[in-house]
């Protein structure tokens, strides 16, 4: 059997809670948007989350702060939108605990998320947890990928120098962090936070994958 060498985690929805994200893309640009076009916020919601729908988020457009701005005609920065929200950067109660515990143990640990570079490293650095990571990727910045391309997990492990058996990921989103990775044969768990899912490679929290990655060791 082989042994499970790098744990890869999902950042938002994952580590930490979806506020941020949720705040830059649903309030902060719509809010600019509404002032440069002198109409109503709740009309500016309605037309920039249009606009997202008709890109989607199988597209890298989609997750690129410079893409929407430059679209809307928008005169702010990146930086600006980022920094007027951090303060609504929060990760879950458990997360110091179960980093702690599974790098104790000899894990290498790292993060795969589809936000771009911006977004990652001030999540990272607000919450003072980017000394657990060894590596931390960007998918849509440092590959220029998705996580719906199993090529990306596979370009994660041979940067990493493992094969996708020795690796375990976990994440919030079944197809990008669930079935995606599974194909390649790398360990994936589905993280559900709101306990419907019942499936045995289902999460409820990150306590559980401290759990799972024991039992695991155990029969090896």
């Known amino acids: 059997m082989t042994t499970i060498r790098v744990v890869s985690f999902d950042l938002d ?29 709740e009309d500016a919601k309605k037309e920039v989350k249009s606009e997202y729908d008709k890109v989607g988020r199988g597209k890298l457009e ?17 930086s600006e939108v980022l920094k007027s929200y951090k303060y609504r950067i929060k990760i879950f109660p458990e ?31 607000e919450t003072h947890i980017t000394h657990y990571f060894d590596r931390v990727f960007s998918s849509t910045s440092d590959f220029r990928l998705i996580k719906d391309a199993a090529s990306l997990y596979s370009g994660v492990c041979r940067i990493c120098d493992i094969a996708p058996q020795e690796m375990a990921h976990v994440g919030d989103d079944r197809y990008f962090d669930f079935e995606v990775p599974k ?16 499936e045995e490679t289902a999460i409820h929290n990150l306590l559980k994958l401290n759990e799972k990655l024991e039992s695991k060791r155990d029969l090896e």
């Open 13 to 41: 929805g994952t580590i930490t809670d979806t506020s941020f994200a949720d705040s830059v893309w649903l309030e902060g640009i719509p809010r600019v948007y509404a002032l440069e076009k002198r109409i109503s916020l």
């Open 183 to 198: 194909r390649l044969g790398i360990l994936a768990f589905y993280l559900d936070r709101t306990g419907q899912c019942r």
């Open 95 to 125: 997360v110091h605990r179960v980093l702690e515990n599974l790098k104790s143990k000899g894990f290498r640990l790292i993060v795969i998320s589809n936000a771009q570079r911006e977004f990652v490293d001030l999540e990272l650095e």
């Open 62 to 78: 989609w997750y690129s702060l410079d893409y929407w701005i430059k679209k809307f005609g928008l005169d702010i920065s990146p």
